[in-house]
């Protein structure tokens, strides 16, 4: 299966804008224009006197970023509720409860803290898609555009607003922990970020035996050996103090992986199984769930077994959401832990559906111990091939002929993915089978055959088949 290349993009990748802060496309007077565009960008879509929520997570050069990103706002006529240290979810809640027109956040979510990262949502708390950050692009090589700077009273201005936070915890013990055993021993790891104060009032509230991990942030050391990115360290604490669960965030807490008592992941796929069957219990799940092409086929076939259909979109949670909306689907997510359970929160939301995914358990009396085991995961290999042109790579007749054989080969029971990396010289070759012997035969055979391509002049002649 070939997954389309999609839009070309240039300053937003599939999670808005990163780079290390201070450098490239993350310096202050990048910050300051891409405020000054996303406001020009509302104003000129109708909304007069824009206003935009604002959150950071917890690294040093946050602050820095943040008020130049409030400044370009301010310069073009904006209002800004500045939200402080906030999750991403919690500015998505913030958009909402105060009735803004879009919002921002500033975080680089799972990179070091080096980096950082700017990334806008829209009136309905959820990420903007391609052409609308296309268009936001575009204001930023406008001449005209540059020179239009209101002054007096029309000038923006900026209403600090912590009370979020604690209104953002709030709604969450109120609509997400429906039944979860208050007795479950948990630990959380808050990856030293912007959940650190939020997973603290929320567990607080909903279970008696939590523990918080990785909570301390000190603008150093977010991620830093700890949340989704570093999963064995909640497993680590989970093992050694006898937690029936352990559950990690990473930085700005859009996503969430759990461990179970013997250290095992439980990933997005899983995560989706368990919320897709209470869900249509409920009678809440709509058009079936959606998921992106990286998902394990056991998703599929388990999802199939309670009659739901998987629907797969192209990497990144801003597809899901498209997905979701054009299918009427009420729940989707990523096998990384991005999970959007669109009746109660428009984006990724790492407390939200991790407090889901407790209540789901309980309600389903799922055993947690077991679901590692029952999951049935597909063995996949994943390799990376050399290719300076990756599109002709990919339509290569031999490439081609070799994919085509081997999902033949494949039948039913399994399936190829063949995906252009976004941002390396690279074709990444992912192949799933239903058992291990199946899997090295037909891996074998498709990637010796990729690989002569791929060594050939005409792509670099550097090879591949590199692990990833």
Not at 26 to 37: C, D, H, K, V, W
Not at 282 to 290: A, D, M, R, T
Request: charged residues 25%; contains cysteine; hydrophobic residues 40%.
């Amino acid at each position: 299966m070939l997954v389309p290349l999609g839009k070309s993009r240039c300053l937003f990748g599939t999670d808005g804008i990163r780079d290390v802060a201070n450098r490239g496309l993350m310096t202050p007077e990048m910050a300051l224009r891409l405020g000054r565009s996303y406001a020009l960008f509302l104003i000129e879509r109708g909304v007069s006197r824009p206003t935009i929520a604002i959150g950071r997570d917890t690294r040093r050069s946050g602050y820095m970023i943040e008020m130049a990103l409030v400044s370009g706002l301010l310069s073009a006529g904006a209002e800004v509720a500045s939200l402080g240290v906030i999750p991403t979810p919690g500015v998505s809640f913030a958009v909402k409860r105060l009735s803004c027109d879009g919002g921002a956040v500033v975080s680089a979510s799972h990179n070091p803290f080096e980096y950082n990262g700017i990334k806008f949502l829209g009136k309905d708390g959820g990420k903007l898609g391609d052409e609308e950050e296309a268009e936001i692009e575009d204001y930023l090589a406008d001449v005209v555009f540059d020179e239009w700077r209101p002054t007096g009273s029309s000038i923006g201005s900026v209403s600090p607003r912590p009370e979020i936070l604690h209104e953002y915890t709030e709604n969450l013990v109120r609509t997400c922990c429906l039944g979860a055993d208050p007795e479950l021993s948990i630990v959380v790891d808050c990856a030293h970020g912007a959940a650190s104060e939020a997973a603290a009032l929320v567990f607080g509230r909903c279970f008696k035996k939590a523990a918080l991990i990785s909570d301390r942030p000190d603008r150093y050391n977010i991620n830093d050996g700890c949340g989704v990115i570093h999963i064995d360290n909640v497993a680590t604490s989970v093992l050694s103090g006898g937690y029936s669960l352990g559950m990690a965030l990473d930085g700005d807490a859009d996503r969430v992986l759990f461990v179970d008592p013997r250290g095992r992941v439980i990933d997005g796929d899983i995560i989706l199984w368990v919320l897709g069957r209470w869900l249509l219990s409920e009678g809440k799940l709509g058009n079936g769930v959606v998921a992106t092409v990286m998902s394990n086929k056991a998703l599929e076939e388990k999802l199939s077994q309670e009659g739901i259909t998987l629907r797969r979109c192209p990497v990144g949670d801003r597809y899901v959401l498209d997905a979701m909306r054009l299918s009427g689907s009420n729940l989707g997510g990523e096998q990384s832990g991005h999970i959007i359970a669109y009746d109660f929160f428009p984006t990724g939301d790492g407390l939200g559906s991790g407090l889901l995914f407790l209540s789901a358990c309980a309600r389903l009396g799922e055993d947690t111990d077991t679901l590692v085991d029952r999951f049935e995961r597909y063995p996949q290999v994943l390799k990376n091939f050399h290719a300076r042109d990756k599109d002709a790579f990919l339509t290569h007749s031999e490439v081609r002929e070799a994919i085509s054989k081997a999902s033949l080969d494949l039948g039913d029971l399994g399936r190829i993915l063949v995906r252009p990396s976004g941002t390396e010289p690279l074709v990444r070759v992912l192949i799933e089978a239903r058992d291990d012997t199946l899997l090295e035969a037909v891996s074998g055979t498709l990637f010796e055959r990729i690989a002569k391509v791929a060594s050939s002049a005409a792509f670099g002649g550097l090879g591949g088949g590199e692990e990833p």
